[in-house]
């Protein structure tokens, strides 16, 4: 959908969380490992409340589901708040641990010495 539409500038990711439990299924091995989704955007999701079935099939996969709100500027926007805010109630319970509001610049030290390790 999105290649066909990517001037709208809006944010989906129903399909896209689907995909990710599809091949997060209970027959994919975990070696030890956790599964988890890393949810990046810039933006408002745009079908958060159709989310709910999608995020109960993660859980029951014990899939563990984070969230990277990207921010253009260190200061928070009004449209950051926005992204934010619809963000966090998709990520895993305990959300202010599976949530981050990063510039683009502090993704790589963040995520991988913060959030993966």
């Not at 956790?34 to 745009?46: A, E, K, P, Q």
């Not at 984070?66 to 449209?79: L, P, Q, T």
């Not at 610049?105 to 913060?114: A, F, Q, R």
């Amino acid at each position: 959908w999105h290649e066909g539409n990517y001037m709208a500038q809006l944010t989906f990711i129903e399909e896209g969380l689907n995909m990710a439990a599809d091949m997060l299924t209970n027959d994919s091995p975990l070696d030890g490992r956790r599964r988890i989704v890393i949810i990046i955007t810039d933006g408002v999701l745009m079908d958060g409340d159709r989310l709910t079935t999608v995020r109960a099939k993660l859980q029951q996969l014990q899939v563990l589901t984070f969230g990277i709100a990207v921010r253009r500027f260190k200061a928070h926007s009004a449209e950051d708040d926005a992204a934010e805010a619809a963000l966090k109630p998709v990520v895993s319970e305990l959300a202010d641990d599976h949530f981050m509001s990063l510039t683009m610049d502090e993704i790589p030290t963040e995520v991988l010495t913060g959030l993966c390790d």
